[in-house]
């Protein structure tokens, strides 16, 4: 798992890139089917896409089989999968807890907002 604080890059505005922000991990599977279809209608303009995990939700990733899973799915597809810091110390996570195809980022819903000014594509879940 990355440790830190994860901070907006600058990413190009050609491609088309998207971040969801989602309050449940179980909505995780399609999620991903949404990101196969987006980026077959793309083609070459497909970007980067990005999950944000934030919320009460964090409580059920440590040791969740199914999520293990489904976040290799994530690595297979280039989708990064970010886990919200201020989440974890709020529900009392061990960040060490989270699988190390988690990004950690400090805060969210700011990350989130960061990656919308520089014109990715939003959604909130």
Not at 15 to 24: A, D, E, R
Not at 93 to 121: C, H, R, S, V, W
């Amino acid at each position: 798992m990355v440790l830190g604080t994860v901070e907006a890059q600058e990413f190009s505005s050609e491609k088309h890139n998207y971040v969801v922000l989602s309050k449940n991990i179980k909505q995780l599977n399609p999620v991903l089917l949404t990101a196969t279809a987006l980026a077959d209608e793309d083609g070459a303009n497909f970007g980067e896409f990005f999950v944000i995990i934030c919320g009460k939700t964090v409580q059920n990733i440590p040791n969740n089989e199914d999520l293990k899973h489904l976040l290799q799915k994530t690595k297979a597809q280039n989708i990064r999968v970010f886990v919200c810091g201020i989440s974890l110390k709020k529900f009392n996570i061990d960040p060490n807890k989270i699988p190390n195809t988690m990004e950690l980022t400090e805060n969210g819903i700011l990350y989130g907002f960061q990656l919308a000014k520089q014109g990715f594509i939003t959604l909130t879940i």
